[in-house]
């Protein structure tokens, strides 16, 4: 099976910067990706790694090891509009379907 | 934005009746998805398309069969509902590594 552990909930201020982690179990991992889902609204796609290493978005970023099963998504300069549900996902070798994490919902307060 | 919609956006039934909720893109992406989101459970694969009928089940498939007789859409039916089902219910299409997700819908079945 599939599992992955992402923290429930983190709480921030406006300004600073964040890291939400993501550790994966997973049979033939191809890749992580993350998503943003603000309240009553779509998830809507922000990364994906398949190679270990940071990727670079505006103000987000997000990291994956291979080896260490283990992901992550930075975000800097912490806006009150960061506030919002952060999704992880792997994709398997082989599929297109994704099995994404329970989510981490974030609270950025001024 | 990718062009996918939901119908209907919000239905209330009552446990023992059919429902069927439409899926529908402009983007001519092969794969498309129905996923449902309860608190506490993140985003859960209900069932999976993968061309003009070749679907599969995903996690949470009992209780739900699909169709897609056209690329453009995917219906996700509830043959007799029961209130386990009451839920929000995204669809999603995919043309590769990313997901772009619909509005959802919000489904209660008293």
């Known amino acids: 099976g599939q599992s992955l552990e992402q923290p429930s909930e983190v709480t921030a201020v406006e300004g600073a910067i964040v890291q939400i982690n993501c550790t994966y179990q997973t049979s033939g991992f191809y890749g992580l990706s993350w998503y943003q889902q603000h309240d009553g609204g779509a998830p809507t796609f922000l990364s994906y790694?398949?190679?270990?290493g940071l990727e670079e978005t505006g103000r987000f970023s997000s990291f994956l090891s291979r080896s260490d099963s283990y992901g992550y998504l930075l975000l800097q300069e912490l806006q009150m509009k960061d506030s919002a549900s952060y999704f992880c996902a792997v994709a398997r070798a082989g599929s297109y379907q994704l099995t994404f994490g329970k989510g981490t919902k974030l609270s950025v307060i001024p | 934005d990718a062009g996918i919609t939901q119908s209907p956006r919000h239905k209330v039934t009552e446990t023992g009746t059919p429902v069927t909720l439409r899926c529908h893109q402009t983007?001519?992406?092969?794969?498309m998805y129905w996923y449902r989101q309860d608190p506490g459970h993140g985003l859960r694969l209900i069932h999976y398309s993968y061309g003009v009928k070749d679907t599969d089940k995903g996690e949470v498939s009992d209780g739900y069969s699909v169709s897609r007789s056209k690329t453009e859409d995917f219906l996700l039916t509830l043959e007799s509902a029961t209130s386990s089902q009451t839920s929000v219910y995204f669809c999603?299409?995919?043309?590769?590594?990313?997901?772009?997700f619909g509005p959802g819908t919000r489904l209660t079945v008293l």
């Open positions: 790694n398949a190679l270990d």
């Open positions: 983007e001519n992406h092969r794969y």
């Open positions: 999603a299409i995919s043309g590769g590594s990313e997901q772009f």
